[in-house]
């Protein structure tokens, strides 16, 4: 049975760090990509980066450079880490096994960036 188990999120100040994790079980994980997303409330849910099983990596635009996405094929987790945070950047984070197949996803964890 598949789960992913995202953690880190919670309330920071703009300007503020955030790592959120995603603690995968069920998959073979080192041959999985896998990817974050987001949901702000009203909108639809949008790509934020996603790494592959070899580890290339890719942003959405809107990044910045301010995410970093990795992952601990040992531990079974990919994170993101989130820098210079900013209050447009409150949504729920979702990670996604990325798969044409059987994609799968978490049940999200909140970010809420205050001004």
């Known amino acids: 049975q598949v789960q992913l188990v995202e953690s880190g999120g919670g309330l920071v100040q703009a300007g503020g760090s955030l790592i959120l994790s995603c603690a995968a079980s069920g998959i073979i994980f080192s041959a999985t990509a896998m990817g974050w997303y987001r949901q702000a409330p009203g909108m639809q849910r949008e790509l934020v980066a996603r790494i592959a099983s070899g580890g290339l990596t890719y942003y959405a635009a809107f990044v910045h450079g301010r995410f970093i996405i990795s992952r601990d094929n040992a531990k079974n987790t990919v994170y993101l880490q989130m820098n210079s945070l900013k209050p447009e950047d409150t949504a729920v984070y979702y990670c996604?096994?990325?798969?044409?197949?059987?994609?799968?996803w978490g049940k999200g964890t909140l970010v809420t960036v205050s001004s």
């Open positions: 996604k096994k990325e798969s044409l197949r059987d994609p799968y």
